[in-house]
């Protein structure tokens, strides 16, 4: 992920523990606007109570109490695309531009291709609530010698993208709306979209996050075309195509005709949907379904928030979205996991020897060849300010004493894990799993965090690749500088490696 480079600051918490802090999940809600009129907001703020109180979880604690108002807020930005019209941004858009005599050639407003590359949009999912990452580009050829202000393509794009959607049909409703509203020669669309993906953990080899900016993404890239594009052979989508591989874009694996479901979706897996366990991510043996009471009450709770977005629970593509947003909030339900991995708990349980007779030299007042690591240890979790999942890896470092062996990878995983299914936050996350080795390993431990936020996309930051890093450092490594360099240093090289 790289994030190690990109420097953090360190806060003393107590108790030998210090966190280095990288802007995990800022509040926004200073100088952000309400509106008040907006009843949708406060129904959706009411139906995410009892979706936390569904969870098991109490809405008045810390951490919790605001989160219903930051869900909602970022739901009606989110999805502001169904109360704007393509008409009110077109409208006094269109300016003359004469071109040339169409007999000789095509350029500007007779007739020649403009395309607009690489505008950063995102969208919700349809299929499971959660946002996803849009880069779209797009292009038109002008008819009536007129053509259109460049900034509107994106205005146009963003109305849409701004609703609950699927990859083909964002494309499709872009490429028709400028067709309709600017009356062009034809309008092509072509999507970058990628959605959150999550480690499989079923085969016991979950995914490893590298520093590549999406991996961990499924992407699906789309096109779409209106006019002289509807021919998907033609000579101006060749024209169109060169103009996007001068920035590195190949638009020819695009897919035209959307499949019969969304396999991208974390949530949307024809198996998942019946209900025959886990693809792309989800784990069934690790979601809590509600009892039948809570259960109706979430699922009416979801459908009351479609409902206050604007949009029709019934439709095709909504159909089963309350079910599927329950069964992946069910999988953070805090009773699934009330107790501890015992590894833990049990010195004899997940041990190995460090060097093989379970001795480690100690050097005097050196730690540097104590030091033991687990890197690029994957989780995930959910964010407790947002619902909003987040992932990445952890890097776990320990001094062991001489009379000590150090624990299996697969214990230390368990333990990451342990603490990831939960309603989080990255700074938590970083310090539980610090104190828990600190238990066993108590000489020193250092543990660094490094996660992607979705909330990062959909709460007015709309960055996607940027990553946060978090430390906490306890014992003799707060001391030792060099120790703590070493470790770093192992860190940023692997991150550096993807590995």
Partial sequence: ??????????????????????????????????????????????????????LGED???????????????????????????????????????????????????????????????????????????????????????????????????????????????????????????IRPAGVAVFLQCWHIQFPEEEDGHAQVFSSEEMHGWKEVPVRAGSGVFEDEKSNVWTDFSALLKFKGVNIEKAQVKQPVYQSWCIAGSKELCNGHGAKNGFNSRNATKPGGTNQSAMTSAAISILHALGEDPSRAGL??????????????????LELKPSLFGNPNSGWQSHNGNGKIKNLGNGYMSNLCSELNLPFWSQC????????????????????????????????????????????????????SVYSVFSRGVIVVVEANHICMISRGI??????????????????????????????????????
């Avoid at 992920?1 to 918490?13: I, P, Q, R, S």
């Avoid at 001094?399 to 342990?418: G, K, T």
């Fill in 1 to 54: 992920m790289g994030a190690l480079d990109e420097g953090c600051f360190e806060v003393d918490v107590g108790n030998d523990v210090k966190l280095g802090i990288m802007s995990v999940c800022e509040d926004l809600d200073d100088g952000e606007e309400v509106l008040e009129e907006d009843g949708g907001i406060a129904v959706i703020e009411d139906a995410v109570k009892v979706l936390l109180q569904g």
């Fill in 59 to 181: 809405v008045n604690r810390e951490g919790l109490k605001k989160t219903p108002l930051r869900v909602a807020k970022a739901l009606c930005d989110g999805t502001r695309g169904y109360k704007q019209k393509v008409k009110d941004i077109v409208d006094g858009a269109l300016f003359p531009e004469a071109g040339v005599d169409s007999r000789i050639g095509h350029a500007g407003g007779a007739g020649g291709l403009v395309v607009v590359r690489g505008l950063d949009l995102f969208s919700y999912c349809e299929s499971c609530l959660l946002p996803f990452k849009v880069r779209c580009h797009v292009g038109y050829i002008p008819s009536g010698q007129r053509v259109v202000g460049l900034s509107k393509l994106s205005r146009v794009s963003d109305v849409f993208a701004r609703r609950l959607q699927n990859p083909h049909r964002l494309a499709n409703e872009i490429s028709a709306a400028l067709y309709n509203s």
């Fill in 319 to 336: 159909a089963g979205t309350p079910h599927r947003f329950i069964q992946w909030l069910t999988n953070f339900k805090r009773s699934s």
């Fill in 384 to 435: 407790e300010h947002h619902l909003l999942p987040f992932q990445g890896v952890v890097h776990i470092g320990y001094i062991a004493d001489e009379e000590q062996v150090v624990v299996e990878r697969s214990s230390m995983q368990s333990l990451v894990h342990f603490y990831g299914y939960h309603l989080q936050v990255q700074e938590r996350l970083t310090r539980q799993i610090a104190e």
């Fill in 462 to 499: 709309e960055k996607v690749g940027s990553s946060t890093a978090t430390i906490a450092v306890l014992g003799h490594l707060a001391s030792d500088s060099e120790a703590k360099a070493k470790f770093l240093q192992t860190v940023s090289k692997r991150s550096a490696s993807g590995s």
